[in-house]
């Protein structure tokens, strides 16, 4: 059987905490029952050793194990890593979906990905990564009760990502701490509005409404002074005919949304500036969780 979860970009500029896409990267895991517990990783994280020992996965996945069956089982875990860590992609998001859906398989319980997404919450208390994880397309995600409320909207082949990938890791709990504690209700207003239009622009598909409309003025700036070439990439992803370009999540990756017959020169512009980081032309992904039974 194999599991597995795409990476995201969340905010999209102005919806911070709120909305997010998925796109066609993806971290995949199989597993068995053994005698032995063991965690072999291909990818992402390969060399490190912590992930291991301490992985995040492996205690996700045996807290719903033991909670579902009420026994003890070791498994052989192997891990597909795609999506980098600590970037802005949502590897944390991606992680605990795929844990909680694997220990319902391992425990032979059918469950809804809503279920899914309201036991995700329990990990990471904001619904823009996890939501899109789970459903795929792009989803504006809310919180009431200890659940996830979200609708969600098919994105189309003729759009693609494009995204920088700095070398530098951001911890999205650190950077976090580097915001603001309040806003002035001008800037709440802004970014209210901001969301809102971004938003129908999604569901309206009025593309080139995003730009005007996927601006910030919560987190972006702030979090982008930490790697200050980033001002430069959305500079030159606009110039170069990007539609949207935003941090992704809490960054370092810069996401740009794009017609297909942009994309590659987009792409290249962005990689003959910036040669130091990594830059990649992405799908979207509608599907979300997959499990292959
Ligand atoms: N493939 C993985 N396997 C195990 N743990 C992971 C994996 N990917 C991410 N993590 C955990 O999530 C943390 C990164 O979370 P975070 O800083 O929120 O990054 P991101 O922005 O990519 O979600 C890592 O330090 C690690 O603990
Ligand atoms: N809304 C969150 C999104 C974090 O995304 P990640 O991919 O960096 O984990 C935030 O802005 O902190």
């Known amino acids: 059987m194999i599991i597995s979860v795409p990476a995201t970009s969340a905010n999209l500029g102005p919806g911070f905490d709120s909305l997010g896409l998925a796109v066609d990267l993806r971290n995949r895991v199989e597993f068995h029952p053994s005698k ?10 390969e060399n490190n050793a912590r992930l291991k020992g301490n992985n995040l996965f ?27 860590m600590s970037r802005g992609l949502g590897s944390s998001s991606a992680v605990i979906v795929s844990a909680i859906a694997s220990a319902h398989e391992a425990a032979n319980i059918r469950v809804s990905k809503r279920r899914i997404l309201n036991h995700a919450l329990v990990y990471e208390p904001h619904p823009d990564n996890i939501t899109p994880a789970v459903m795929g397309g792009f989803n504006v995600a809310t919180i009431e009760k200890n659940k996830v409320f979200s609708q969600k909207k098919h994105l189309p082949d003729y759009l693609k990502a494009v995204v920088v990938i700095p070398n530098k890791q951001m911890n999205t709990s650190k950077s976090r701490t580097i915001l603001p504690k309040s806003y002035s209700k001008e800037n709440a207003v802004y970014n209210l509005s901001h969301t809102a239009l971004t938003v129908a622009a999604f569901f309206n598909e009025d593309w080139e409404m995003l730009k005007l409309a996927a601006q910030d ?8 002074k930490t790697l200050p070439e980033l001002f430069s990439v959305q500079k030159v992803a606009y110039e170069s005919g990007a539609l949207m370009s935003t941090l992704s999540g809490s960054g370092s990756t810069f996401f740009s949304l794009a017609y297909d017959d942009d994309a590659a020169m987009i792409a290249n512009r962005l990689k003959q500036k910036f040669p130091e980081f990594a830059v990649k032309i992405l799908d979207f992904d509608n599907s979300g969780l997959i499990i292959e039974r």
């Open 36 to 45: 032995f517990f063991s965690v072999s990783i291909k990818g992402e994280g």
């Open 58 to 84: 492996v205690s996700i996945f045996n807290e719903h194990y033991s909670r579902l069956t009420k026994k003890k089982q070791n498994f052989k875990f192997t891990f597909y890593n795609s999506i980098p």
């Open 217 to 224: 003025r919560f987190h972006q700036k702030a979090r982008m």
